[in-house]
């Protein structure tokens, strides 16, 4: 039985069967054994409480703390910690209850530069080992390593492990690998242990390991999904295989159809390199409803500079700003416009959505304020040429990209602007 160690990286091709469950060479139990762990190529890589994680590695006082990343009182929980998990807190939960809660737990503000960092330094980890990689996050990322077993002289699996021990040690971050043989299971399996996990499930267990698992499982299923499916009588794998493929499709449309298929374990998605990113946001929800337009543009200009970071890092441009609003009664506000050209620079961002912002301000006061860039594109076609309506806008642009060069030499905090201190 194919057996890998994943503290001292060992590996063997005949582990005898029913032998410990620990490494024969340094007695640890973190040892992974399944017939099929070195013919399997697809794999779904899920760093471990991301957001958290980065905040406890720059502040090691926070280590054995319970830590929330997120907003305010009003605002809601990011992520958090393994340790304010156990007291239930999870992502997208208030930040009242989640301190209700855990109460003892540590609030810290997101540093989206810092996650933006980390995550560059795993992708390149990722990229060394295939070119084959389709982010879906900051912290998540499908592999495809078919084929690559000759050319690292290990077999996936092996690299795999490697490459969470590196992240661990030289990024100072854990993740949780999942390995099978497509996208669906990968994802699946990369769960079934966090944090520091790694799960396979191979082809000739799929059936057996699916039938009586819930429908939740599925990525997309929602709680509305699951909820037309609980009326069907439909909540585990099993039910839906007891579904014709046209009966699916009738009551589910399209959804039917994908639906047939995962109950069986299929899915021909084949994992894309640079896959698009449709678009790129941030949001902030705000301790009290805020209705005076200065303290707003303050909170503009800082979202419009953290989404332009983004899309400088990767190298993307937008040519339709957004603006979210959500009122005090939860009453949700969009408003968007379409750029002359695709732009990168917050100066334009920022003020294409101020000039929504204005628009709005008869449903002040707010209680959340979003700012978005949409219908991407490469860098290469940002800000091309010159605005004849706005002189001053290629003066601007070279001034944010100086400002840029000096943040990224001397730290963030180097270049403040005014309007950011409101």
Request: hydrophobic fraction near 45%; proline fraction near 5%.
């Amino acid at each position: 039985m194919p057996s890998l160690c994943r503290d001292c990286l060992s590996h063997s091709d005949a582990t005898p069967p029913g032998a410990a469950p620990r490494c024969a060479l340094c007695r640890s139990p973190r040892l992974v054994v399944h017939p099929e762990l070195f013919e399997l190529g697809i794999a779904h890589m899920d760093c471990d409480a991301f957001y958290a994680s980065v905040e406890k590695r720059d502040s090691p006082e926070l280590r054995h703390l319970p830590v929330i990343v997120g907003g305010g009182r009003r605002g809601v929980v990011t992520t958090a910690c393994y340790i304010a998990r156990i007291k239930g807190v999870r992502s997208a939960m208030p930040m009242f209850q989640a301190l209700r809660l855990c109460p003892e737990a540590v609030i810290v503000k997101p540093r989206f530069d810092a996650y933006a960092e980390a995550s560059r330094a795993v992708r390149d980890m990722m990229n060394a080992l295939t070119p084959v990689v389709e982010p879906l996050s900051l912290d998540e990322a499908f592999m495809d390593l078919s084929g690559t077993a000759r050319l690292h002289g290990a077999p996936p699996a092996v690299m795999l492990a490697r490459l969470t021990a590196r992240m661990q040690s030289e990024i100072g971050i854990t993740g949780s690998i999942g390995l099978s043989h497509n996208k669906f299971l990968a994802k699946i399996a990369s769960d079934l242990d966090k944090p520091r996990g790694f799960s396979v499930i191979g082809a000739a267990q799929t059936a057996e390991f699916l039938r009586e698992r819930p429908v939740s499982l599925i990525w997309g299923v929602g709680a509305v999904t699951q909820g037309a499916l609980e009326r069907a009588g439909i909540r585990s794998f099993a039910d839906l295989l007891r579904w014709e493929k046209r009966d699916l499709v009738a009551r589910f449309g399209g959804m039917g159809e994908r639906l047939w298929h995962l109950a069986r374990g299929h899915d021909r998605r084949r994992v894309t390199a640079n896959a698009p990113t449709r678009g790129l946001s941030n949001e902030t929800t705000f301790d009290t409803d805020l209705g005076d337009v200065e303290i707003l543009d303050g909170h503009l200009w800082r979202l419009a500079e953290k989404v332009c970071g983004r899309a400088k890092a990767r190298g993307l441009a937008g040519g339709v700003v957004t603006l979210k609003l959500k009122r005090h009664d939860h009453a949700l506000l969009a408003r968007r416009l379409t750029l002359r050209q695709p732009t990168q620079i917050a100066d334009n961002v920022y003020r294409t959505a101020r000039a929504l912002l204005d628009q709005s301000m008869d449903a002040a006061p707010f209680r959340l304020l979003g700012v978005g860039l949409g219908a991407l594109v490469p860098a290469g076609r940002a800000d091309a040429s010159g605005d004849l309506l706005d002189p001053g806008a290629a003066r601007r642009a070279e001034a944010e990209r100086a400002a840029d060069a000096i943040r990224a030499r001397f730290g963030a905090g180097a270049i403040v602007k005014g309007r950011a201190l409101r």
